[in-house]
């Protein structure tokens, strides 16, 4: 008498997965006091659906403030409403108004957001709010701060949750 057998796992996680996304922000530039609009890319490369890396690249209007920063990510729940805090460092580009000059500068950035999953890779990023500290401005530290919106796409990884079968 012969028997085979395999239990199917009670559940497993997404696994490691890269999403990328585009973005548009408007952010309080915190020089001359004025909201500027602005456009963005970003990839988070999770190594679960709690924990990753976001790296984003975004640039704002005159005056031009354009910055790339990287850091950790920390998601609440892996469906639906997606909430979820970063803590990004990096560089920022001024470019000064009427061609004054350019500087570039370290820039720390702390943030939280909300995404929506939609299906299994499309992903809607509601609202991320991100406060800039650029330390070593030119003329005394600036924070610019705004709120970001966005889609973006799982292009690596696994796409759902696998639950046994009853």
Do not use: C
């Amino acid at each position: 008498m012969h028997a085979d057998a395999q239990a199917l796992p009670a559940g497993t996680g997404t696994g490691m997965y890269v999403i990328v996304g585009g973005t548009f922000s408007e952010f309080q530039s915190d020089y001359g006091k004025k909201d500027i609009p602005g456009g963005g890319i970003f990839v988070d490369t999770n190594l679960d659906w709690r924990w990753g890396l976001e790296t984003e690249a975004r640039r704002i209007q005159y005056p031009r403030q354009t910055t790339l920063l990287t850091g950790p990510r920390w998601s609440f729940r892996a469906k639906g409403l997606v909430p979820y805090v970063k803590v990004l460092v990096g560089g920022g580009r001024f470019d000064f108004p009427y061609g004054y000059g350019v500087g570039n500068y370290f820039v720390f950035a702390p943030g939280a957001g909300v995404d929506l999953r939609l299906g299994q890779r499309w992903r809607v990023r509601l609202a991320d709010f991100e406060y800039q500290d650029w330390p070593g401005f030119t003329y005394g530290a600036i924070h610019p701060y705004g709120v970001t919106a966005g889609i973006s796409f799982q292009f690596l990884g696994a796409t759902r949750t696998k639950m046994s079968r009853q």
